[in-house]
């Protein structure tokens, strides 16, 4: 298997912008996470969804946010309007229940960088 | 409110010795404990996991230490080389919940 795949790998935008992060989990896995890292705050959980349902999106910092599953092999994060505090990396990660639901896998993540 | 406390923020170790990373939590509903490894430009990967009913686990040169009454976990690393350089996270999940809540990371550089 390829993994969990995300594209674009890196992202330069302006301030007001939309932006759109892909993902593809591993084929079979029913747990999709997506995750924001920057140095001030670490790795933080945004949302997830299991079996294509938003389960918890608590973790989503405001409004602006926005994130579907639309099948099991495909997830968006979206950013509308995106402003520089936004500036990121997001993964996105996939795991399979009967594994413990515990063993995500992550993506290579995506460099958001909003200007 | 940061739940995973993670420590040192960096670790510098010389080739073959002992690298330990600590972490401590407060939320007593976490009942899996994971260490995540991360390279540069790379998501982060599992690295190995305990549950908080026993104390240690090891796998290979490295070992997880659970301490369950003082609610700290810790990672070490034997005979440490200069690949295990990267970033160390330590991670639990609330029981009956799915996501994970991280540590701030462990900048770890082996130097030959």
């Known amino acids: 298997d390829a993994g969990v795949i995300q594209s674009p790998r890196h992202e330069v935008t302006e301030m007001g912008q939309e932006v759109t992060l892909r993902c593809k989990p591993i084929?079979?896995?029913?747990?999709l996470f997506w995750y924001r890292q920057t140095m001030m705050r670490g790795l933080e959980l945004l949302i997830y969804?299991?079996?294509?349902?938003?389960?918890?999106d608590s973790g989503m910092p405001e409004d602006r946010f926005s994130a579907k599953m639309p099948n099991a092999s495909f997830s968006t994060l979206k950013i509308q309007p995106s402003e520089p505090r936004d500036s990121a990396v997001y993964f996105c990660?996939?795991?399979?229940f009967g594994t413990g639901a515990n063993i995500q896998y992550f993506g290579a993540g995506t460099r958001l960088s909003v200007l | 409110q940061q739940q995973v406390k993670q420590s040192p923020q960096s670790l510098i170790v010389q080739k073959g010795g002992i690298s330990i990373i600590n972490c401590a939590y407060e939320n007593t509903a976490f009942d899996y404990f994971p260490w995540y490894q991360q390279f540069p430009g790379k998501g982060p990967a599992l690295l190995i996991a305990?549950?908080?009913?026993?104390s240690e686990k090891k796998e290979g040169r490295f070992t997880i230490s659970f301490n369950k009454s003082a609610k700290q976990f810790s990672l070490h690393i034997m005979d440490s080389q200069p690949g295990d350089s990267a970033t160390y996270f330590c991670a639990a999940r609330v029981s009956g919940a799915d996501g994970l809540t991280f540590g701030k990371g462990t900048h770890l550089i082996i130097q030959p």
């Open positions: 305990i549950r908080p009913d026993v």
């Open positions: 084929s079979g896995h029913d747990y």
């Open positions: 969804f299991n079996n294509n349902v938003p389960i918890d």
């Open positions: 990660a996939s795991s399979q």
